[in-house]
Structure formats: C-alpha cells, structure tokens
C-alpha cells in the first residue's frame, strides 16, 4: 500500500503536490490501493476546511484515493499500543517534560504509575526504554509524530514511502518503534529532494495553468529522462522510474511551465477548451487555438484575448465614428461564410478604404488595439458576429 500524508494546516505547496503525484503513480504502477494520510493531531494549528481543500486538489488532479483517514480519528490506537509498550518495560513514564533524553531517574515510573499519574492530572511523557530521548506520548495524551506515523504505516501496510528528505529525518524513530512493536515487514523509503524557487499552487490556478500542464512539468522536473516532454497522468504510469530521479534539487522554472501549459491548452478538444471561458462551441475552442499562437499560453492569457470580443463595445475612441458605421452595416448586411467578401460589403457600404476600414473593424471586432490578422479570426466568430459588432 502507498500513501500520501499532509497536515490541514496550510495550503499545499507544489512541492507536497509532486510528492502526492509520485505516491499515485507508483500506486498505480504496482497496483497497490494509494491511501490518504491527514496528519491532524496539533489540532491547535489544523485551519478549518483545509482537509476538504486538499482532497479537492487531488481529485482536481485526478488522484483517486483508495480511502482516507485522519490521525485524529486513531487515538485510542496510539494511546492502546503506547500501554503495551508500557507493561512491556519497552518504554516508561517521564517526567522531564522535555523533547532531549531523560535526565532524571524516571525510569521507576511504571505502568501503574502511569495511572497515578494521569488521575492526578500531573504532566509526563512516556518514552522508549532503550532510546529516552524517543518520545511516544507527548503531554495530555497525545503521541508524538514519530509514534502516530510509525503506528499508522504498520496498521495500514505501508510498503513503500516517498518523501521530502526533509521530512525523513524522524524516520530511524519509526523503524525502532515498529520494531518494539513486533512489525517486522519491510517499507521501501525514496527521499526526494525539494524543488527550489517554486511559486505557491494557488497562484498558478490563478494565472490560468491548467492541471494537466502542471503535473507534467513536475513529473519532467522528476524525471527529466522522459521518452516525451508533453504528456498526461496515463502516460505517467507507463513510463517514470524512480531510478531516474536526480540528487540535486531542481528550480523551478514559470517559462517552462508556460510552454508546457500552452501545448496541453492546444491538445484540447476545441469544445471542451471552450468551456473554460464559459461557452460550449469548438468555434470558441478554435478561437482560443487561434490565440495560442499569439504568444498566449494560460487560460488568463486566453481570457484577456477572447472575453473583450464579447463586450459591449465603446464607441466613443480614436475610431469610435467609423465603428459605429460598421457596426450598423452589419446589422444589416447578409451572413458571410468567409472574411474578404465581408469585408468587400463593409467597404463598399461604407466608403472607407483600408487604412481606416482595418484598424476600425479590427477595434469592433476585437476590443482591443493591437492588430490581429482578421481573416483569420473571422472563421471563429461569423457565427456571434450580430454580439460582437455590438
């Protein structure tokens, strides 16, 4: 079984999200059930909401979990095996409230001390015989990372974890608490190093990248050995290796990610690319094609380009005489299938030669100043041009 854990007590950051990604994908690739972990047991720093918020993230990515659990929800478990530990001269009762090793003859302290202890509501810790500075249950019954973590991979059947290294360095802890445990099977461990310079998950969403894009630059930023660059979740499986992961800490690159984004945009069924600017027409999709090869690469880039064609257009600008003319004539002329006889009607009607003609319709047609090639945008927008000449 494989896991991802992470504490409610702020937003994911990319770097837990490629450890989740890894998770998965090695799930899916043993065929193992992938197990979400919450690590909720500081409850005084756990923000509300947020557990629901991880699990929308995930399932954004299409990382289906097995089940999921809670820490918190294991107490009596930890608190369970903690008394065992206790009766089995394996760990002891301190009294030095302190996370360093015991400096006090706490030892005698025991499991019926341990009683005495918590009716009188007096303040203790219960650590290993064999190792005091391992705590197993901090103040008010609580257990320590280490013990909660170590007693969780061994009632779960964790066999592999992947991890920051950061987040290792209370693994040797585990092992030996496991072992006092009797749990003898064995746990593959893969450290990962950080990704530097990364900016926060939120803001990508923001800036308009899309899922698919992300993952596939995090997994290339994994393993940058990749039969292809641009690739989806399926493909994943197929191919990483964790053999391949590089030792140093990669840096994340936006630009990267940028041109990674717009390709994952053009892969797009044009229907479904327009959905995300709130329509459902493959014109629109082929619309926003059209702009990716505009030096746009998000779908806030998108946005910026396709949302102004469709407002109300003002009237009162540099060209705003000429709009309006072309803009009435419109409203009159008959529908055209391709630009250039669209645009021979608004001339001859009109009056207007080129120099002014182009400049204004693309104004009318565009809302915006920068000038776009109109035969070629017109294929996309004949069908709402009555909306966008208004």
């Known amino acids: ?26 799930s899916q690739q043993k065929a193992k059930p992938f197990v979400v972990r919450i690590d909720d047991l500081e409850s005084e720093k756990n923000i509300e909401g947020k557990d629901s918020e991880i699990m929308q993230i995930l399932e954004k990515f299409a990382l289906k979990h097995h089940s999921v659990f809670h820490q918190s929800e294991h107490l009596n478990l930890y608190q369970t095996l903690a008394l065992r530990l206790l009766k089995e001269e394996k760990a002891f009762v301190c009294k030095c409230l302190i996370d360093s090793s015991c400096n006090n003859n706490c030892k005698e302290f025991s499991s019926k001390e341990h009683e005495a202890l918590k009716s009188a509501k007096e303040k203790f810790l219960i650590r290993l015989t064999e190792d005091s500075s391992v705590v197993i249950m901090q103040e008010e019954g609580k257990p320590s990372y280490a013990f909660a973590s170590a007693t969780d991979d061994m009632m779960s059947g964790i066999t592999m974890i992947i991890k920051e290294e950061q987040y290792l360095t209370d693994y040797p802890k585990q092992l030996q608490i496991q ?43 994994t393993n940058p050995q990749t039969p292809q660059e641009i690739f989806t979740l399926p493909y994943a499986i197929e191919f990483l290796s964790l ?18 984004n717009r390709e994952h945009l053009k892969l797009m069924e044009d229907k479904q690319l327009s959905t995300l600017f709130g329509f459902a027409d493959a014109d629109i999709g082929q619309l926003a094609k059209f702009y990716l090869t505009k030096e746009c690469f998000s779908i806030k880039d998108l946005e910026a380009n396709i949302l102004p064609i469709f407002n109300p257009k003002d009237f009162s600008g540099k060209w705003g005489k000429e709009m309006k003319q072309l803009s009435e004539i419109i409203f009159q002329a008959p529908y055209f299938e391709t630009f250039e006889p669209f645009k021979a009607h608004l001339m001859a009607q009109s009056k207007l030669e080129d120099d002014t003609l ?29 909306e966008v000449a208004s």
Do not use: C, W
Not at 364 to 369: D, G, M, Y
């Open 358 to 386: 182009l400049p204004a319709l693309n104004q009318l047609l565009t809302n915006n100043e920068e000038h776009v090639e109109l035969s070629e945008l017109y294929p996309f927008i004949k069908s709402y041009i009555l």
């Open 179 to 221: 072992k006092l445990l009797a749990y003898e099977n064995s746990i593959d461990v893969i450290a990962i190093p950080s990704i530097s310079n990364v900016p926060s998950l939120l803001s990508l969403f923001e800036e308009g990248f899309i899922p698919d894009a992300i993952l596939n630059y995090l997994l290339l930023l």
């Open 243 to 260: 053999d391949d992961i590089p030792t140093s800490s990669p840096t994340f690159e936006l630009d990267k990610l940028r041109n990674i």
């Open 1 to 26: 079984m494989v896991q991802f854990t992470i504490a409610p007590t702020a937003d994911m950051t990319i770097n837990s999200l490629r450890i989740a990604i890894l998770n998965y994908v090695v």
